[in-house]
């Protein structure tokens, strides 16, 4: 990741992710004492929001190794992200007190996420996802206005032309590659994949920016 992204975009980033971890707080104040799954996650969430992973039962599941990280102490932690097939979560049911996942359902590819929503339900007590709103003006991975709105054909070739890409400098191969891994869902598709959730929309300049749901024990 380039450096002119890095100090663009983490400050910007950081501020929703100590906002978001503070949602999740609201939700249960007693978090922290629980036992997590943090799934498709990575450390500098945790990280950001100012939390221990030593101190804390906080499982990172993902599908690849995240870039090497240090804790709170600046010790490095490189081994903190536990692998898996993507489809199946290798727990029991209920095995957690919450999953809770960010910005991930709209990485996983259309046909595999009924299965990526049920594994949430059968092995969180309470779970809590969250994506980037598909009504916000500007497409969040890319810093581009309205570009998820256009023909995907059309906005796989412009989208090297936002922020992102001219911030990271990517090549033509890399930036199609990240494109055809991100798909936004409408909030009626989010809903769908979770039903009966409670729902909780973080807005920014009165557009909502992202989509939580939030599902508890027996609902």
């Known amino acids: 990741m380039s450096n002119l992204w890095l100090s663009f975009f983490h400050p910007i980033s950081a501020r929703f992710r100590k906002r978001r971890f503070a949602q999740i707080l609201r939700q249960d104040p007693e978090l922290l004492e629980k036992r997590i799954l943090d799934l498709g996650g990575s450390v500098h969430f945790w990280q950001k929001a100012g939390v221990d992973l030593n101190c804390h039962d906080i499982t990172i599941l993902n599908i690849a190794a995240d870039a090497t990280s240090t804790d709170m102490r600046g010790e490095v932690i490189a081994s903190s992200i536990k692998l898996y097939d993507g489809s199946t979560i290798p727990w029991s ?8 996942s960010n910005s991930v359902i709209e990485h996983v590819p259309p046909p595999q996420r009924d299965r990526f929503s049920s594994e949430i ?21 890319f810093v581009m206005p309205f570009l ?13 032309f936002g922020l992102w890409g001219l911030l990271q400098r990517r090549k033509r191969v890399d930036t ?6 991100v798909n936004l869902l409408t909030l009626k598709e989010f809903r ?20 939580s749901l939030i599902g508890r024990c027996g609902r």
Do not use: C, M
């Open 93 to 100: 049911d209920q095995s957690f007190d919450w999953v809770i």
């Open 176 to 181: 199609n590659a990240y494109f055809d891994e």
């Open 148 to 160: 998820h709105w256009l023909p995907r054909p059309l906005a796989r070739f412009v989208a090297g």
């Open 192 to 211: 769908s994949f979770f039903p009966g959730a409670d729902l909780s929309v973080e807005r920014f300049a009165g557009f909502p920016k992202s989509y």
């Open 121 to 141: 339900r059968r092995v969180g007590r309470n779970y809590l996802v969250q994506t980037p709103a598909y009504a916000f003006p500007i497409e969040p991975h």
